[in-house]
């Protein structure tokens, strides 16, 4: 009897009903698991994870729920030989799972190091804050706060670890829940991922739930702080897309579709040079890795026309040797496509491809498969196209072989690349391999409005390119037109996805103690102990220090040249000064900063440990001989850190807003320092 995927919904694990659809072991043929979700309320899922998940994960902040996805990645580290032995069965070779297990789990890490760019808080405060009245006493900043939805992350078959885990360690850390549906095909894999995410308990309740049977009908049940993402076909995702409640809920919807990407072929390279090794090897593994069911995987390979043989030569030489086979052999370096069904669907879009032009690597019948019955087995053979006129037999620029399949097209000129790259209408990313950064800059400009990526690949960075098909995590993953429009991942940008930006308005004051970040001309308080004698946990923002004042001289001018080595002529030579801004010898900014340094600092020890950097500096006003200076040393923002050992000094980052101003009042410099500051509990 085969082993029926488990649901998991509404905190159970949950068995279709019925027996559902039945999934094949890639290799062999053989049938392993069902998959049913029939009997799943859909509705009632969505309304659990908004009601219980997304409250308790709003009540974390950012850096909580970061240290959350740190925890669950070492855990799923841990278990990644386990998950490999399932991977095998989908057709992966050890690279293939190693590219989606370990780069999914190196999503979770990447985005759990994020929590840094965000404050210790359960919202964000993006942006400058805008003046709107005359006198200051009216202004305006962007808030951002968790949608209070549920993210549904409806994934393609290619990548079931890898899909999962880079979706769902953005809402997560974003503090919204989400609902995973993976591709049925390969979902045996996902549900054994997502069960030892479960195991864990790093997670609150509700934060995620897993569909593995069909999920026809959800999107009945979105509601306007949802948001949908979706990896796979441009005709599946323009469906989902015009659904009526994505419309009329005006959910926010994330296309990242497979695409028609390229690899151009720089005209300053020949054969025998780094460059266009380099090129041979980047196609060809583009090809063969996942038998080529990357959504990156290059399609298009665009080349000087003078060198179509020496790439057709080059890539079929390196292409014989490629072992296809089980994956479980270690001679094997590719393995088949993910599923029979999958295979006829590639075989079908090849044929479709042959009429308008000509296979010349690889032959779809006659092959050899190593360890497996290439019939049972979903097995297709590197197969590679020539195109020879590709500006009017254009099914190259339109239909997708979503196989181990690309076609060469030739170019003339520059221009002509530029053309034939954005005949695709749109693609997730593009590589350019050239050691001529000038022919680079201009592809890169000519082609960019159609790429969502694009990777230049010469032998400066290859020994360290993690290569064209792979996004990072820190980088928007999506692109126009065909690829879906839409935006993966993208490190910060990829949180504020998942939350609401509101504008603000009100008083500095207010403002100030909403956000827990000080706003210029909000209220300022004194105390009687000197800021640096307080710890951490005792500061508040918008306590302020008014030190003393300090008479500038020529003398200082003079001394802190002789300190600092900096003898600029407007500092040190009053009669060069004609045509300048000013009117006799002036401060040097560092100066004044320094001197202002001194005015505020408390030189005992005490919990402040350190200077930990500036930020914002700026000279507003000249400071000449006579002048008079003090400064206003305000408690800005504060974050706490996290201890990295148990023997780790308890510390937080104080943000002080230093505001130096003369006799008149008026500001002459305005910086933001950082000072690392002792918590309590050291002491």
């Known amino acids: 009897m085969l082993t029926q995927l488990k649901n998991y919904a509404e905190g159970h694990w949950v068995n279709g009903k019925q ?49 959350m996805l740190k925890a669950l990645a070492l855990y799923l580290l841990g278990k990644k030989e386990y998950f490999y032995a399932i991977s095998a069965l989908t057709g ?325 690349a530029i053309e034939l790259s954005k005949m695709g209408k749109g693609s997730l990313v593009s590589s350019v391999v050239t050691g001529d950064d000038a022919i680079a800059k201009e592809l890169v400009l000519g082609t960019a409005s159609m790429h969502g990526r694009i990777l230049v690949l010469n032998a400066e960075c290859a020994k360290e390119s993690t290569g064209h098909g792979s996004p990072l995590p820190l980088l928007v993953h999506g692109g126009p037109g065909r690829a879906g429009g839409g935006e993966e991942m993208g490190g910060k940008r990829g949180v504020l996805h998942y939350l609401q930006r509101t504008a603000l308005q009100g008083s500095p004051t207010t403002i100030s103690r909403i956000t827990n970040v000080y706003q210029p001309g909000g209220r300022q308080h004194e105390t009687d102990v000197h800021p640096f004698k307080k710890h951490f946990e005792d500061l508040e923002v918008g306590e302020t220090l008014i030190t003393a004042k300090h008479t500038v001289t020529e003398a200082d001018i003079t001394n802190f040249a002789n300190v600092s080595g900096d003898n600029f002529y407007a500092h040190m030579d009053a009669t060069s000064l004609e045509g300048t801004i000013f009117t006799g010898r002036v401060a040097h900014g560092y100066f004044v900063l320094s001197k202002a340094a001194g005015l505020f600092v408390d030189a005992k020890k005490g919990p402040v440990l350190l200077n930990y950097g500036i930020d914002e500096a700026r000279f507003t006003k000249p400071v000449y001989p006579g002048m008079t200076i003090g400064v206003k040393l305000t408690v800005k923002e504060k974050a706490a850190q996290e201890k990295k050992t148990p023997e780790d000094i308890a510390k937080g980052i104080v943000k002080w807003l230093v505001d130096v101003y003369d006799e008149t009042g008026e500001t002459v410099a305005v910086a933001t320092i950082l000072t690392m500051v002792k918590k309590r509990d050291q002491e």
């Open 92 to 416: 992966a070779t050890r690279a293939d799972s190693w590219v989606d297990i370990e780069g999914g789990i190196g999503n979770l890490f990447a985005n759990a190091s994020l929590r840094r760019q965000f404050p210790d808080e359960r919202f964000y405060v993006e942006g400058d804050t805008a003046k709107l009245s005359k006198n200051n006493t009216f202004i305006g900043t962007h808030i951002m706060v968790p949608r209070e939805g549920v993210a549904i992350h409806i994934n393609a078959f290619n990548f079931p670890v890898w899909g999962m885990l880079e979706k769902i360690a953005v809402n997560l850390l974003a503090g919204v829940p989400a609902i995973v549906k993976p591709a049925t095909l390969t979902s045996y894999l996902t549900e054994a991922v997502f069960e030892e995410i479960i195991k864990s308990g790093l997670l609150p309740a509700g934060s995620l739930q897993l569909i593995c049977g069909s999920a026809r009908g959800i999107l009945d049940h979105i509601e306007t702080q949802d948001v949908v993402t979706f990896t796979g076909s441009a005709s599946t995702g323009r469906m989902l897309k015009s659904h009526p409640r994505i419309l009329s809920e005006s959910v926010p919807f994330n296309m990242e579709a497979d695409s028609l990407n390229c690899c151009i072929l720089g005209n300053d390279v020949y054969p025998g040079s780094v460059e266009f090794d380099l090129f041979i090897k980047e196609v060809v593994r583009e090809v063969t890795t996942k038998a080529g069911q990357k959504c990156t995987a290059i399609r298009r390979i665009i080349v000087p026309a003078d060198r179509v043989e020496d790439v057709q030569i080059a890539l079929g030489k390196r292409l014989k040797t490629t072992i296809i086979g089980d994956p479980s052999i270690k001679e094997v370096r590719m393995g088949p496509l993910a599923g029979i069904t999958q295979r006829n669907e590639v075989r079908e879009k090849v044929q479709q491809l042959a009429k308008s032009q000509q296979i010349v690597i690889g032959d779809m019948e006659h092959f050899e498969v190593l360890g497996a019955d290439k019939e049972k087995g979903a097995f297709l053979p590197p197969l590679i196209f020539l195109n020879t006129d590709p500006f009017n037999k254009t099914d190259c620029h339109s239909i997708e072989a979503f196989g181990p399949v690309s076609t060469i097209i030739p170019y003339n000129t520059i221009d002509d």
């Open 19 to 67: 027996e559902g659809e039945i999934l094949h072991n890639a290799i062999t043929g053989d049938a392993i698991y069902t998959a049913s979700s029939d009997g799943l309320d859909f509705g009632a899922m969505m309304h659990y994870a908004r009601k219980v998940g997304g409250p308790a994960l709003r009540k974390l902040t950012f850096h909580e729920r970061g240290r």
